[in-house]
């Protein structure tokens, strides 16, 4: 049964966080940090919620919003952005630790409480990167408000709609067995692979919390907005669209729609990766992200 982008009928949320399969982690991503980054975590209070807070490092302000998978925070890039700026990691609404109220229904909500948490935080000069589900949210803020940011970049993001209501845009993760999903989001599955029984439960009830929450806001419609792509022409900050060439969830065909509807963005595909090209060649990665937001 194929979902249909227009949301025709209404779905629960399947309970993907009860479902964590038993693997082990063999990543041979290679590091190009030195030494870790001394990291502070803090909580920020916005109307009646908590948000999670991480900051490293100090310089230009670097706001950096994880994917649906979290994989970012603890990557060895992270750590080698810091000795240049200070890198701010803000959890959204019911993700990590931060708190989600039932207010937070959909990206669109997500974005403006990120746009006040810059406020709350007198951030300026911002230099903002998203990657895949975080990329929607940092796309969304960019529509908005573009007063703090000063620099956009878009790794694999979602959040657009491409095809005709009936097209499959976006694979879909919940649909699709989780063997299948892997190989659209790797070109070498192992980088994919984790070892949750050796997790500490916190750990564990974090990755819960946060495909939980994923499901919540993106299941219908599915992984975009409608009207996002009509709205892109409102960014009006230098921007940069990264894509794995080899990416399955979505193509890069789709990355390339990104780009054409914001202004002057440039597009990007790295070779050698799919939907996390941070994760399979991080250092081509880095060489075009430095290389856009010095």
Same mark, same amino acid.
């Given at each position: 049964?194929?979902?249909?982008?227009?949301?025709?009928?209404?779905?629960?949320?399947?309970?993907?966080?009860? #479902?964590?399969?038993?693997?082990?982690?063999? =990543?041979?991503?290679?590091? %190009? !940090? +030195?030494?870790?980054?001394? $990291?502070? @975590?803090?909580?920020?209070?916005?109307?009646?919620?908590?948000?999670?807070?991480?900051?490293?490092?100090?310089?230009?302000?670097?706001?950096?919003?994880?994917?649906?998978?979290?994989?970012?925070?603890?990557?060895?890039?992270?750590?080698?952005?810091?000795?240049?700026?200070?890198?701010?990691?803000?959890?959204?609404?019911?993700?990590?630790?931060?708190?989600?109220?039932?207010?937070?229904?959909?990206?669109?909500?997500?974005?403006?409480?990120?746009?006040?948490?810059?406020?709350?935080?007198?951030? #300026?000069?911002?230099?903002?990167?998203?990657? =895949?589900?975080?990329?929607? %949210? !940092? +796309?969304?803020?960019?529509? $908005?408000? @573009?007063?703090?940011?000063?620099?956009?970049?878009?790794?694999?993001?979602?959040?657009?709609?491409?095809?005709?209501?009936?097209?499959?845009?976006?694979?879909?993760?919940?649909?699709?067995?989780?063997?299948?999903?892997?190989?659209?989001?790797?070109?070498?599955?192992?980088?994919?692979?984790?070892?949750?029984?050796?997790?500490?439960?916190?750990?564990?009830?974090?990755?819960?919390?946060?495909?939980?929450?994923?499901?919540?806001?993106?299941?219908?419609?599915?992984?975009?907005?409608?009207?996002?792509?009509?709205?892109?022409?409102?960014?009006?900050?230098?921007?940069?669209?990264?894509?794995?060439?080899?990416?399955?969830?979505?193509?890069?065909?789709?990355?390339?729609?990104?780009?054409?509807?914001?202004?002057?963005?440039?597009?990007?595909?790295?070779?050698?990766?799919?939907?996390?090209?941070?994760?399979?060649?991080?250092?081509?990665?880095?060489?075009?992200?430095?290389?856009?937001?010095?």
């Amino acid at each position: 049964m194929a979902r249909t982008n227009s949301s025709p009928a209404k779905r629960k949320p399947a309970k993907a966080a009860s #479902k964590i399969a038993a693997k082990k982690k063999t =990543s041979s991503t290679k590091s %190009i !940090a +030195a030494k870790p980054v001394r $990291k502070t @975590t803090s909580f920020v209070t916005l109307f009646d919620m908590k948000i999670e807070v991480e900051r490293r490092g100090k310089g230009r302000p670097l706001v950096l919003i994880p994917g649906e998978e979290a994989l970012e925070a603890e990557m060895p890039f992270i750590d080698e952005l810091a000795r240049k700026y200070e890198v701010i990691i803000p959890w959204m609404p019911g993700f990590g630790r931060s708190e989600r109220p039932d207010w937070v229904e959909n990206m669109d909500d997500v974005a403006y409480v990120f746009l006040d948490l810059l406020d709350k935080l007198k951030l #300026k000069d911002v230099t903002l990167v998203g990657f =895949s589900l975080g990329g929607w %949210i !940092a +796309a969304e803020m960019a529509i $908005k408000n @573009t007063a703090r940011i000063k620099k956009l970049v878009l790794v694999d993001a979602y959040g657009i709609k491409i095809g005709d209501k009936y097209a499959r845009d976006i694979a879909d993760i919940w649909f699709l067995a989780p063997e299948k999903v892997l190989e659209l989001k790797y070109v070498d599955t192992k980088h994919g692979t984790f070892d949750y029984p050796s997790m500490p439960d916190a750990k564990l009830e974090v990755i819960a919390r946060n495909r939980e929450t994923t499901a919540r806001l993106c299941w219908e419609p599915y992984m975009h907005h409608p009207r996002l792509r009509r709205r892109l022409h409102r960014i009006g900050v230098p921007t940069l669209v990264l894509w794995g060439e080899k990416d399955g969830i979505v193509n890069t065909a789709y990355g390339k729609a990104y780009a054409k509807a914001i202004p002057g963005a440039k597009f990007v595909a790295i070779p050698k990766a799919a939907h996390f090209p941070h994760v399979e060649a991080p250092e081509r990665f880095m060489k075009e992200l430095s290389s856009f937001i010095r």
